[in-house]
């Protein structure tokens, strides 16, 4: 089953990160459906999150996200806030529903 809209999971990796809940909302208002986990301190709990979520990609703020940790979620794409625009618009087929691209309707 194919989902109509992305589905992101956002966790803030080892310590708190205020920057997760503004990312959140800014790919919210892109159409992605966010899912934030919150806080999470070892790579096992956010290999168990993904799993129960089944996210399209992982967003990883606080600290710098396992080098392993995509290979240990099955090949879900990881993002961090730096890379989180081109990890988003790639997952999207680089479609966007802006002025800069309007909606097939448009075309």
Not at 5 to 24: I, M, N, S, T
Not at 41 to 64: F, H, K, N, W, Y
Not at 74 to 82: I, L, S
Request: proline share 7%; aromatic share 2%.
């Amino acid at each position: 089953m194919r989902r109509e809209r992305l589905r992101v999971l956002l966790v803030e990796f080892e310590k708190p990160d205020p920057a997760a809940v503004a990312l959140g909302r800014v790919l919210r208002d892109d159409g992605v459906e966010v899912v934030h986990a919150g806080r999470l301190d070892t790579l096992e709990q956010l290999r168990s999150t993904a799993e129960q979520e089944d996210p399209d990609a992982v967003g990883v703020l606080g600290a710098a996200p396992p080098e392993d940790l995509e290979a240990a979620l099955g090949g879900v794409p990881v993002f961090t806030a730096a890379t989180a625009p081109e990890v988003v618009k790639r997952l999207a087929g680089g479609r966007s529903h802006t002025g800069e691209a309007p909606s097939d309707r448009a075309r």
